[in-house]
């Protein structure tokens, strides 16, 4: 994976909280229904905490139960990268931001059937929401 944004661990613990930190750059994951944005419903666009890269629109966001942030699809497909996480005893695909190489959460194949199927959860702390003002 090829990133745009490289930082020095210092410069990453420096602009990032401890929990941020903790998921975007050791693939940490938050407690369910912990995050700040698990239950909004404000119109926006969710941005990577870490390097403020465009990720998900709230259009596809949806209540999927699980206690995180989850959405049927990337807003723009390229900004997020995704790969084998055989971690934790599982197989699952993680969701890398492709912009700084963040660890966002992961995706899988139980999303609504009407949206394409797929659900990206994501962690509330790799991201940073952008309100919509028109």
């Known amino acids: 994976m090829s990133t745009q944004v490289e930082k ?3 410069e990453w613990r420096e602009q990032l909280t401890p929990a941020q930190y903790e998921v975007l750059r050791k693939h940490g994951t938050e407690r369910a229904f912990s995050g700040e944005y698990w239950n909004t419903k404000a119109d926006g666009v ?18 999927s139960g699980t206690g995180w942030p989850s959405f ?5 497909a390229e900004s997020v990268e995704t790969r084998e996480d055989r971690s934790l005893f599982m197989k699952r695909t993680e969701v890398i931001c492709k912009r700084c190489g963040g660890h966002l ?3 899988f ?3 609504p059937r009407e949206a394409g199927g797929q659900r990206y959860c994501i962690n509330s702390c790799a991201l940073e929401l952008t309100p919509r003002t028109d």
């Open 105 to 107: 959460g992961h995706v």
């Open 72 to 76: 049927t699809d990337p807003l723009v």
């Open 46 to 63: 969710y941005r990577c905490a870490g390097c403020g890269a465009e990720l998900f629109s709230s259009d596809t966001k949806f209540d």
């Open 8 to 10: 020095s661990e210092q």
């Open 109 to 111: 194949d139980d999303g």
